[in-house]
């Protein structure tokens, strides 16, 4: 019964109070006093560089004069997390989407806007740890990168345990990790 107890008290803390930590950490370290999510989501150079991480392979408006978009490039986000985010039924800019054909061959982002009242606490580590990746200096990312990839190795371990239960040994190598 200890090996299961040891096993639930890992699970519950990596996707309790470590989850926790690294939300509040991003919420009030990251974000700019007096700004929330959703206005750091709006900021330009943010918005534009997770739209990329959506659309990597076609330039948008925001692109000009260099565009971060790249035709071998590979996105992070896929549809659900990008709409997490992101609301894309805002107008289009006369001029901004260009197409050839039914192709679209430019973007708009000025039709993108961040959700109404999204708060760090709605998104789950993955996507947080993208934003993190692509939006914050890199003194920041470093950091919290660790901490990121720690919480992460244990969930999956424990996620992906064979057994129904954990050895002390293994228990407190894991804990201090």
């Keep these: 019964m200890e090996g299961k107890q040891r096993l639930l008290q ?69 549809y659900q997390q990008f709409s997490k985010l992101y609301d894309e039924n805002g107008t289009v800019t006369v001029g901004h989407e260009q197409t050839n054909g039914s192709q679209i061959s430019q973007h708009c982002i000025c039709k993108v806007s961040a959700q109404n009242s999204i708060k760090v606490i709605d998104i789950d580590l993955t996507l947080l740890n993208a934003i993190i990746q692509h939006c914050c200096p890199l003194h920041i990312t470093t950091k919290i990168s660790r901490w990121m990839k720690a919480i992460k190795e244990v969930r999956d371990t424990i996620s992906h345990w064979p057994k129904g239960q954990l050895e002390k040994n293994m228990f407190d190598q894991t804990w201090k990790n």
Excluded: M, W
């Design 10 to 78: 890992l699970l519950a803390f990596t996707t309790g109070p470590a989850i926790d930590v690294v939300q509040q950490y991003f919420e009030f370290k990251i974000i700019r006093q007096g700004t929330d999510f959703e206005d750091y989501l709006n900021d330009p150079q943010n918005k534009h560089k997770l739209f990329h991480e959506r659309y990597p392979k076609i330039p948008c408006c925001g692109c000009i004069p260099i565009s971060i978009a790249a035709p071998s490039k590979r996105g992070c986000l896929g």
